[in-house]
């Protein structure tokens, strides 16, 4: 087993149960020193993708997962991984029992541009879903995006 630091819709311990049913939820904590931030919006079908960056004066809220080799290549399908669109980054994540490191999805593209309302609401309901701070969900929730008229 591996583990995986989820920062997007795979916050949500429910559907990380359907995309990888034999890999658990260890705990959620912070990644800190990174920033949660979007690009690639002429790469994705529906405005810019959910990445993170390095920037020491920020965090972001994981859930941290021990995922299986079975699911591990599940979940590179699912999030492009296979295709180059994401790269795996192994970085430290600090949970309430302790530090362990684990692998990020990092989007192999520049910052900028505007998540679609659709896919950034769903990040902020998969941070609710795995109990972020209110603060935390309030501030997703705040963030510009695009609407896409669906």
């Not at 997962?65 to 295709?83: F, P, R």
């Not at 309430?96 to 679609?116: H, M, Q, R, T």
Request: hydrophobic residues 45%; aromatic residues 10%; contains cysteine.
């Amino acid at each position: 087993m591996t583990l995986y630091a989820a920062y997007g819709p795979n916050l949500d311990p429910v559907r990380m149960g359907a995309r990888c049913p034999h890999s658990p939820l260890r705990g959620v904590g912070w990644l800190e020193g990174w920033r949660l931030t979007f690009g690639g919006e002429d790469l994705g079908w529906d405005g810019a993708m959910a990445t993170v960056v390095q920037d020491p004066f920020e965090q972001v809220f994981v859930a941290v997962y021990d995922v299986t080799d079975e699911d591990v290549v599940a979940l590179d399908q699912w999030e492009s991984a296979d295709t180059g669109l994401f790269r795996k980054l192994k970085v430290r994540v600090s949970l309430l029992d302790g530090e362990v490191v684990a692998w990020v999805y990092v989007l192999d593209a520049f910052e900028g541009g505007l998540p679609s309302a659709i896919h950034l609401g769903a990040i902020a309901d998969a941070a609710e879903a795995a109990d972020a701070p209110v603060d935390y969900v309030t501030a997703l929730r705040a963030r510009e995006c695009r609407s896409t008229g669906l």
